[in-house]
């Protein structure tokens, strides 16, 4: 009887349904996104508390230097725990401590918690939830309900969910950020080999405290080094490198958002892009970006420029110039939170900026947390009713099949 709807009109309406009864109507697919929901909600909660009890447990434990300069800050020991793990895997860049992490750049477990935990809450969500996904159908019993809902989630990811991606994607992607972390952590190590500020530390706590750096540099705005000190050069890398951090994740959702081996995302200059050669598919993608975002880069630090031209005119304020200008709205636009600082205040160079390049750089904020977004039409949030291209070859089926 549930079933004999379905013939009586097209857009058929059920009515008193049980609780198994949106499983058998909606098939693989509704299983598959309420599992989807399960994980996702399980990965953001579980590394949020593996996070805090990990360093709830380092700090209790580790050098009393570290828990008698926490005590000097008028900060607890366990809630700086909780509050340095959420700081990290949310990518907020908020520390309890005014030098950020500078004071904690030769504790070796933290280093290697919270790049990791940076890495696991943005860039490399993707290839973690994709690993999860696999692992589990991997593990489950060949016989379990979950196995069909976890094989259609690695079939058919971006059905489901923008930032899940199929096998090939994820892989490029992680490809992408070991190397440009490697990079980044490269630079900071090489080019200040004779730099005071970086080689006051041994090799090994060095490398990570690089490499916690790079991943701040894309992430979470902390720092363990004073970053007015280190090597001009590498000051100039991390504004790339905060540019171009959302580059891979984002190529990843336009190249992945297909049906039908045709791209449904819609976006305004795209043009006649040949989505079978990928290497041009790319590159195309690459070039879009860099014309639409430095744009609103330039225009940023134009009016910052013109806000703050005194201060950058005064010698005698050697804080101010263009470079650390556009450090800073770099790093506003791509939501990261760095700054090259100011040496009487523990703000950033934000700090002392007039209010009208204050208000700039909250809209370079706004504008920069919405970039790479698709701008009209995502597999994974089509919704009913709303309407592909006119001229695209699968238009009537798809709108078919959503009416």
Same mark, same amino acid.
């Given at each position: 009887?549930?079933?004999?709807?379905?013939?009586?009109?097209?857009?058929?309406?059920?009515?008193?349904?049980?609780?198994?009864?949106?499983?058998?109507?909606?098939?693989?697919?509704?299983?598959?996104?309420?599992?989807?929901?399960?994980?996702?909600?399980?990965?953001?909660?579980?590394?949020?508390?593996?996070?805090?009890?990990?360093?709830?447990?380092?700090?209790?434990?580790?050098?009393?230097?570290?828990?008698?300069?926490?005590?000097?800050?008028?900060?607890?020991?366990?809630?700086?725990?909780?509050?340095?793990?959420?700081?990290?895997?949310?990518?907020?860049?908020?520390?309890?401590?005014?030098?950020?992490?500078?004071?904690?750049?030769?504790?070796?477990?933290?280093?290697?918690?919270?790049?990791?935990?940076?890495?696991?809450?943005?860039?490399?969500?993707?290839?973690?939830?994709?690993?999860?996904?696999?692992?589990?159908?991997?593990?489950?019993?060949?016989?379990?309900?979950?196995?069909?809902?976890?094989?259609?989630?690695?079939?058919?990811?971006?059905?489901?969910?923008?930032?899940?991606?199929?096998?090939?994607?994820?892989?490029?992607?992680?490809?992408?950020?070991?190397?440009?972390?490697?990079?980044?952590?490269?630079?900071?190590?090489?080019?200040?080999?004779?730099? =005071? %500020? @970086?080689?006051?530390?041994?090799?090994?706590?060095?490398?990570? !405290?690089?490499?916690?750096? +790079?991943? *701040?540099? /894309?992430?979470?705005?902390?720092?363990?080094?004073?970053?007015?000190?280190?090597? =001009? %050069? @590498?000051?100039?890398?991390?504004?790339?490198?905060?540019?171009? !951090?959302?580059?891979?994740? +984002?190529? *990843?959702? /336009?190249?992945?958002?297909?049906?039908?081996?045709?791209?449904?995302?819609?976006?305004?200059?795209?043009?006649?892009?040949?989505?079978?050669?990928?290497?041009?598919?790319?590159?195309?993608?690459?070039?879009?970006?860099?014309?639409?975002?430095?744009?609103?880069?330039?225009?940023?630090?134009?009016?910052?420029?013109?806000?703050?031209?005194?201060?950058?005119?005064?010698?005698?304020?050697?804080?101010?110039?263009?470079?650390?200008?556009?450090?800073?709205?770099?790093?506003?636009?791509?939501?990261?939170?760095?700054?090259?600082?100011?040496?009487?205040?523990?703000?950033?160079?934000?700090?002392?900026?007039?209010?009208?390049?204050?208000?700039?750089?909250?809209?370079?904020?706004?504008?920069?947390?919405?970039?790479?977004?698709?701008?009209?039409?995502?597999?994974?949030?089509?919704?009913?009713?709303?309407?592909?291209?006119?001229?695209?070859?699968?238009?009537?089926?798809?709108?078919?099949?959503?009416?």
């Amino acid at each position: 009887m549930l079933f004999c709807h379905l013939s009586n009109s097209r857009n058929s309406q059920f009515h008193n349904l049980s609780a198994k009864d949106p499983e058998t109507l909606g098939g693989i697919e509704y299983r598959s996104l309420k599992l989807l929901l399960k994980i996702v909600v399980g990965y953001f909660f579980g590394l949020h508390l593996f996070g805090a009890i990990c360093l709830v447990g380092w700090i209790l434990h580790a050098d009393p230097k570290y828990r008698g300069y926490l005590a000097e800050c008028g900060q607890g020991n366990v809630w700086w725990g909780f509050y340095c793990a959420q700081t990290m895997i949310d990518n907020l860049g908020f520390t309890l401590t005014p030098d950020s992490m500078i004071s904690f750049q030769d504790a070796t477990f933290p280093m290697i918690l919270m790049s990791f935990l940076a890495f696991a809450g943005n860039t490399c969500y993707p290839c973690l939830l994709r690993l999860i996904i696999w692992v589990s159908y991997k593990v489950c019993p060949a016989k379990s309900s979950l196995k069909d809902p976890l094989h259609f989630l690695l079939d058919h990811p971006r059905r489901c969910y923008t930032l899940l991606f199929p096998s090939r994607p994820t892989w490029i992607l992680f490809g992408i950020l070991f190397l440009m972390n490697s990079i980044d952590v490269i630079l900071i190590v090489v080019l200040d080999l004779n730099n =005071p %500020a @970086v080689n006051n530390l041994a090799p090994g706590p060095r490398l990570l !405290a690089a490499i916690f750096q +790079a991943a *701040s540099s /894309r992430h979470t705005g902390t720092s363990t080094f004073n970053l007015a000190d280190v090597s =001009p %050069a @590498v000051q100039f890398s991390l504004v790339v490198m905060m540019y171009i !951090a959302i580059f891979p994740i +984002a190529i *990843s959702i /336009r190249a992945s958002n297909v049906y039908e081996e045709r791209t449904l995302g819609v976006y305004t200059t795209d043009g006649n892009i040949d989505e079978h050669n990928g290497r041009s598919y790319i590159v195309n993608h690459i070039q879009n970006q860099l014309t639409f975002d430095l744009w609103y880069i330039f225009l940023g630090s134009f009016c910052i420029c013109v806000a703050e031209a005194g201060k950058i005119a005064d010698t005698s304020i050697p804080a101010f110039s263009v470079f650390s200008v556009l450090f800073e709205v770099v790093s506003a636009y791509g939501n990261v939170g760095l700054s090259l600082g100011y040496p009487t205040v523990s703000t950033s160079l934000s700090g002392k900026f007039t209010v009208f390049s204050k208000l700039v750089v909250c809209v370079m904020m706004i504008r920069g947390r919405h970039r790479g977004l698709p701008y009209k039409l995502d597999r994974a949030i089509v919704l009913p009713g709303e309407r592909l291209e006119e001229d695209h070859p699968y238009r009537d089926k798809i709108q078919t099949k959503f009416d």
